[in-house]
T-cell receptor
């Protein structure tokens, strides 16, 4: 099935560091969503973006809807141990395609530096 | 306010068998979508139900079918199970078809 391009695939964080990840697509979306998934659980919605250029924050998390509507970015500031997990981007309302199904990236896995 | 709930949590089935998974949406949500998540992958869309009808369908065979009840809860049925059907099955609900979706904890299906 179709998936978005999400990078990096994995990264190691040290407490207090800032983290950045991004998601790109060849298709235009009306909405971008960011989710976090812990092992054995369902994805939890972090941030929803509805307009090109929109910048939205949720605590230490900030996400942006790219101007081209084909990409999105997520930043985590001053990371803490509970930020560990897998972060997924998802596009909703693909232009020229079906409107109601989410199309996901493969995820960015955040781990603690050994 | 209860979130999305799914049952059962885990399930082990044998090839060729049939399985039914259940989902109750978040209060106030009328649309239910089902996703399959293989290990190490993002969720893949199976289908979406609204007003008791399948509104959209992803690239999954007819062995995958579903139902939505008048109270908006939903079932996912998979017939003639294959080893490749082993995955985490996620249900998501939304207040309308083209809105942000909230996921349940999933059902882990293992086919042996």
């Amino acid at each position: 099935g179709q998936q978005l391009n999400q990078s990096p695939q994995s990264m190691f964080i040290q407490e207090g560091e800032d983290v950045s990840m991004n998601c790109t697509s060849s298709s235009i979306f009306n909405t971008w969503l960011w989710y976090k998934q812990d092992p054995g659980e369902g994805p939890v919605l972090l941030i929803a973006l509805y307009k090109a250029g929109e910048l939205t924050s949720n605590g230490r998390l900030t996400a942006q809807f790219g101007i081209t509507r084909k990409d999105s970015f997520l930043n985590i500031s001053a990371s803490i141990p509970s930020d560990v997990g897998i972060y997924f981007c998802a596009g909703l309302g693909r232009l020229g395609g079906s409107q109601g199904n989410l199309i996901f990236g493969k995820g960015t896995k955040l781990s603690v530096k050994p | 306010d209860a979130g999305v709930t799914q049952s059962p949590t885990h399930l082990i089935k044998t090839r060729g068998q049939q399985v039914t998974l259940r989902c109750s949406p978040k209060s106030g949500h009328d649309t239910v979508s089902w996703y399959q998540q293989a290990l190490g992958q993002g969720p893949q869309f199976i289908f979406q139900y609204y007003e008791e009808e399948e509104r959209q369908r992803g690239n999954f065979p007819d062995r995958f079918s579903g139902h939505q009840f008048p109270n908006y809860s939903s079932e996912l049925n998979v017939n003639a199970l294959l080893l490749g059907d082993s995955a985490l099955y996620l249900c998501a609900s939304s207040p309308g078809g083209n809105r942000e979706q909230y996921f349940g904890p999933g059902t882990r299906l293992t086919v042996t």
